[in-house]
C-alpha cells in the first residue's frame, strides 16, 4: 500500500510541479522515502522522507540546495498532493500566504495551478478555497479565472479596534 500511495502522491507532485514552477534549473520534485532500519523486528515499518529535486534524470536532497522559493512552492505543491491523494472529495483548501518567498512568475504559475484546481473541483458543490494573503495582486490574477465574482477582506474599523469582514466584488481590484 505504501508503494502505491507514495507512487500516486509523486504523481500529482510532478504534475503540480511542472505546472507551477517556471524556472529551468529543476524539472520536478518528489517525495522519496527509506525505510528505518532502526526499528524493532516485527514492528511496524517507520520511513524516513526527504524531498528531492530532479533535473536532467539526476534526484538531489531539496535540503540545503534550494532557495526560499522553492521551499515555499514545494510545501503548497506536497501540501495540494497529499490532500487531493488522501481526501476523497476534500471539502475545502485553506492556504495562508502561499506567495510568501516566491517571484512574480512562480505568483502567476501558482495563480494558474490553483484556477486548474479550482477548475477540477467546479463541480463538487461543498468545495471552498480559502485564501490568507496580502498580496492584493494574487487575489486579482485569481480573480480574472472568472471562478468567483467575489472575495472577502479582513480590514480594522475606523478606530482600528475592531475587525471588519466586508465582501468585495474581484471588480474593484482592476
Keep these: ?5 507514495m507512487a500516486e502522491i509523486n504523481d500529482i507532485v510532478k504534475d503540480l510541479w511542472q505546472k507551477t514552477y517556471r524556472g529551468q534549473d529543476i524539472d520536478y520534485i518528489e517525495i522519496k522515502s527509506d525505510v528505518d532500519s532502526s526499528g524493532e523486528a516485527g514492528s511496524r515499518r517507520n ?28 510545501s ?11 481526501c476523497c472529495d476534500c471539502s475545502i483548501l485553506a492556504l495562508d ?16 495551478a490553483l ?4 477548475q477540477s473541483r467546479r ?3 461543498n468545495f471552498q478555497l480559502v485564501i490568507i494573503t496580502h498580496d492584493e495582486d494574487f487575489v486579482r490574477r485569481l480573480g480574472a479565472s472568472g471562478f468567483s465574482e467575489y472575495y472577502y477582506n479582513v480590514s480594522k474599523d475606523l478606530e482600528g479596534q475592531y475587525s471588519t469582514i466586508s465582501k468585495r466584488p474581484f471588480s474593484l481590484l482592476s
Design 1 to 5: 500500500y505504501h508503494g502505491t500511495k
Design 47 to 74: 520511513y524516513n522522507y526527504r524531498v528531492v529535486m530532479v533535473k536532467a534524470n539526476v534526484a538531489l536532497d531539496m535540503r540545503g540546495r534550494c532557495s526560499a522559493g522553492q521551499k515555499v512552492l514545494a
Design 76 to 86: 503548497l505543491v506536497i501540501r495540494l498532493a497529499l490532500s487531493e491523494a488522501f
Design 97 to 112: 500566504e502561499p506567495t510568501t518567498n516566491l517571484d512574480s512568475e512562480n505568483i502567476l504559475a501558482l495563480a494558474e
Design 115 to 118: 484556477s486548474v484546481i479550482i
Design 123 to 125: 463541480n463538487q458543490s
